[in-house]
């Protein structure tokens, strides 16, 4: 299964299971997530989740590019809404994000949908998309800029590179950082402290401090027609497919 969920108490665990792919997001990996933040967000028996994945090297390395070259479509195009349910709007449950290694693209944006995240030392963020011929639709060149300065969200954005957990806790974007496996049991324990609380009082808190704190920008004031187009560029299959067959792409502009 390319998505494992365990609860214990009002604390639901989602484990993306896919470390033989670097936890990469294909249309069924993605749709699979979409559903269970959907039922869990109205199951009043979860009071607070915690998104994490296997292994100790990715927690999401992004869109399965291997899968759009061979296909020619995004996983967003292939499963409908999917993760829209989280990237696309305001989830009302708290969701703690256990950052156990690479968090790339997609991953990224996950993190930064995230209310709290707890990353592994070894852990680090990108937002790579440029590189492919793509862009971080899902939030991330939307959100990023409104969680870290201007000048820093941009470097990453246009040039692909990455940052470490230690740069991310500096800048704000991580609240703990813990040995690695240890990040999820931290997760766990601080999702706990969470869901402790008075459930509408949790919700509400969430709901106002994003609103004030402007980090809830989501991308849907992207003109998605725009999107589309780039989407479905000669550029955007281009870098997928230089990815899948290991060499540099060759841009056309188109």
């Known amino acids: 299964m390319s998505v494992l969920v365990d609860q214990h108490s009002a604390v639901l665990t989602v484990t993306l299971n896919r470390p033989d792919r670097h936890n990469t997001l294909d249309g069924a990996a993605m749709g699979a997530l979409g559903r ?5 967000e109205f199951d009043d028996g979860v009071a607070a989740i915690v998104l994490t994945a296997a292994g100790e090297k990715s927690f999401c390395a992004g869109m399965d590019l291997r899968a759009f070259a061979e296909r020619g479509t995004t996983p967003r195009q292939q499963d409908g809404p999917g993760l829209d349910v989280l990237l696309s709007r305001d989830y009302p ?5 256990a950052v156990n290694g690479r968090a790339l693209g997609v991953g990224f944006e996950l993190v930064l949908a995230s209310d709290l995240v707890v990353a592994a030392d070894h852990a680090t963020f990108a937002l790579p998309e440029v590189r492919r011929g793509l862009v971080a639709a899902g939030g ?7 969680r870290i300065p201007m000048a820093i969200a941009l470097e990453m954005g246009l040039t692909g ?25 931290e997760a766990e324990r601080l999702a ?9 009082a949790v919700r509400f808190t969430k709901k106002y401090m994003r609103r004030s704190g402007a980090a809830d920008t989501l991308h849907s004031d992207i ?28 841009w056309s502009g188109r």
Do not use: Y
């Not at 449950?93 to 994000?97: E, I, N």
């Not at 497919?241 to 792409?249: D, G, I």
């Open 161 to 185: 590179a990455s940052i470490d957990a230690a740069r991310a806790f500096e800048l704000g974007l991580v609240n703990r950082i813990t040995p690695g496996p240890a990040a999820i049991s």
């Open 223 to 250: 003109d998605r027609t725009e999107l589309e187009n780039l989407l479905t560029s000669e550029d955007a299959h281009e870098g997928a497919t230089a990815f899948a067959e290991r060499r540099p792409p060759v």
């Open 192 to 200: 706990a402290a969470v869901a402790a609380n008075a459930p509408l």
């Open 93 to 97: 449950k708290p969701v703690v994000a």
């Open 140 to 146: 991330g060149i939307t959100r990023l800029p409104t």
């Open 36 to 40: 269970v933040f959907t039922e869990a």
